[in-house]
């Protein structure tokens, strides 16, 4: 008991790094465009939604690879890739 009133009471630990009001306008911004993926999950609700219709059932059967990156890494390699004004980054 004593443990876990002692846990209730501790402050939250503050970022190190705050986000600015400019950083916050940017990102709420590039989420705003249906176009981008500026965060992990694509936006604050992390659902993975794409508003983008130029895919759909009817032509989904058409698509094909465009572009291929090898890193040298010969396992499994998942990132989630941000795309911000037409650029791609992805983690390695």
Known sequence: MCLI???ATEQPVASSYPATP???????LAM????SWPSYGRDYTNQRFSSLTQV???NVNR?????DFRNG???GYETSPIVVDGT???ST
């Open 32 to 35: 705003s465009d249906g176009a």
């Open 56 to 58: 759909d059932t009817t």
């Open 22 to 28: 400019a950083a916050d306008r940017a990102i709420r």
């Open 63 to 67: 698509l094909a690879l465009q572009w």
């Open 5 to 7: 009133g002692a846990c």
């Open 88 to 90: 791609m980054y992805i």
């Open 73 to 75: 890494i010969m396992r």
